[in-house]
């Protein structure tokens, strides 16, 4: 089975902070990987797809990067509406797995 | 609008059984595959189980596999869980979610890449006794 390793598991920033996210596969996933965002009491919202796609009508201070095993979530310019828990996950195989999550708060 | 309304969570004791159902609609049901996902109280996502769109594929995660069934019905544009020998660390809300996907690359080295979207609000299942 492919580990994803995500760090950290939660931070502390502030509004306008550019923040970033790591998610380390255990092997080789091509770019198949996606990342979404939890909201507390609410269903996990797809963000980027790809590893760097875009999902339609997600804000561009969005963005992703990365292939292979390591890849990054950047926010540019936190806002209110983003403090949340992300997950990233692999859909390179079978069992799909996700991340431990990283709960983003407001510092 | 694309919705998935999962039902049939509840408390069941150790051992029992219980049947989740997933009502789709706002799309072609029957040409997308779909997953289930749960999340256990105050922890993170746990990916449980895949069906292709005509049901001739199976997958599932290793803490459920021989005793969950997956099954669909497009007929009906539903979804189901079938839950077998529930143990209290299955205690979770269960989220039916959409697998949609988008060809990468050229035709020759291409391949599809997938995402998960959109996720039903969940049920919540309780194993207790």
């Known amino acids: 089975d492919i580990q994803m390793t995500q760090s950290p598991s939660s931070l502390s920033a502030s509004v306008g902070d550019r923040?970033?996210?790591?998610?380390?596969?255990?092997?080789?996933?091509?770019?198949?990987?996606?990342?979404?965002?939890?909201?507390?009491?609410?269903?996990?919202?797809h963000l980027i797809y790809a590893a760097s796609t875009l999902q339609s009508g997600v804000p561009s201070r969005f963005s992703g990067s990365g292939s292979g095993t390591e890849f990054t979530l950047t926010i540019s310019s936190l806002q209110p509406e983003d403090f949340a828990t992300y997950y990233c996950l692999q859909h390179n195989s079978y069992p799909r797995t996700f991340g431990q999550g990283t709960k983003v708060e407001i510092k | 609008e694309v919705q998935l309304v999962e039902s049939g969570g509840g408390l069941v004791k150790p051992g029992g059984s219980l049947r989740l159902s997933c009502a789709a609609s706002g799309f072609n049901f029957n040409t997308y595959s779909m997953n289930w996902v749960r999340q256990?109280?105050?922890?993170?996502?746990?990916?449980?189980?895949?069906?292709?769109?005509?049901?001739?594929?199976?997958?599932?995660g290793d803490?459920?596999?021989?005793?969950?069934?997956?099954?669909?019905?497009?007929?009906?544009?539903?979804?189901?869980?079938?839950?077998?020998s529930l143990r209290a660390e299955d205690t979770a809300v269960y989220h039916c979610v959409r697998d949609d996907s988008v060809w990468w690359g050229d035709i020759l080295t291409g391949y599809y890449v997938h995402w998960f979207d959109p996720w039903g609000q969940g049920t919540l299942v309780t194993v207790s006794s």
């Open chain 2, 63 to 84: 803490s459920v596999k021989g005793r969950f069934t997956i099954s669909r019905d497009n007929a009906k544009n539903s979804l189901y869980l079938q839950m077998n």
């Open chain 2, 40 to 60: 256990a109280p105050g922890k993170g996502l746990e990916w449980v189980s895949f069906i292709s769109s005509s049901s001739t594929y199976t997958h599932y």
């Open chain 1, 19 to 45: 923040v970033t996210i790591t998610c380390r596969a255990s092997q080789g996933i091509r770019n198949d990987l996606g990342w979404y965002q939890q909201k507390p009491g609410k269903a996990p919202k």
